[in-house]
């Protein structure tokens, strides 16, 4: 039997964080931020410093496109790019006073965003939810 568009939970999941990411590009619009730079600053702020391998990792991202995103961050005077002494291939990120600044605009909107995403659903099921998303994940790895 022939599965309906509905029955895919990948389309499923690919359609909220299309509108997820919809509606937090909205909320970032006005302070030149994408949803993907979002995500570098967000790092940033938790722990200034990191190099571009690191995040990467993290956001489970190519190297290429974080080091594409890090340069557009520097070029609006978010960041600043430095190589590492040890090892000239990697290189680390720093914030800017600017970049500073826009944490405290950002981190807000953010966190409220996550509050609203998460409105009426239990820390249990989140727990859950994160659990299957990961083994989603491991299934295609």
Same mark, same amino acid.
């Given at each position: /039997?022939?599965?309906? *568009? #509905?029955?895919?939970?990948? +389309?499923?999941?690919?359609?909220? $964080?299309?509108?997820?990411? @919809?509606?937090?590009?909205?909320?970032?619009?006005?302070?030149?931020?994408?949803?993907?730079?979002?995500?570098?600053?967000?790092?940033?702020?938790?722990?200034?410093?990191?190099?571009?391998?690191?995040?990467?990792?993290?956001?489970?991202?190519?190297?290429?496109?974080?080091?594409? /995103?890090?340069?557009? *961050? #520097?070029?609006?005077?978010? +960041?600043?790019?430095?190589?590492? $002494?040890?090892?000239?291939? @990697?290189?680390?990120?720093?914030?800017?006073?600017?970049?500073?600044?826009?944490?405290?605009?950002?981190?807000?909107?953010?966190?409220?965003?996550?509050?609203?995403?998460?409105?009426?659903?239990?820390?249990?099921?989140?727990?859950?939810?994160?659990?299957?998303?990961?083994?989603?994940?491991?299934?295609?790895?």
């Amino acid at each position: /039997m022939k599965l309906s *568009l #509905e029955d895919y939970i990948s +389309i499923q999941i690919h359609q909220t $964080d299309l509108q997820l990411t @919809s509606y937090i590009k909205s909320k970032l619009e006005t302070f030149n931020l994408a949803p993907e730079q979002n995500l570098i600053m967000m790092l940033l702020w938790e722990k200034d410093g990191l190099s571009q391998y690191q995040i990467a990792e993290k956001l489970r991202k190519d190297k290429t496109n974080i080091a594409r /995103m890090a340069s557009n *961050l #520097e070029k609006k005077g978010f +960041i600043n790019r430095n190589s590492c $002494d040890i090892d000239r291939r @990697s290189v680390k990120l720093f914030l800017t006073e600017k970049g500073r600044e826009l944490g405290e605009s950002i981190i807000p909107i953010s966190e409220r965003f996550n509050e609203q995403v998460c409105k009426g659903i239990t820390k249990d099921e989140l727990q859950i939810l994160e659990s299957i998303l990961k083994k989603m994940r491991k299934n295609v790895e």
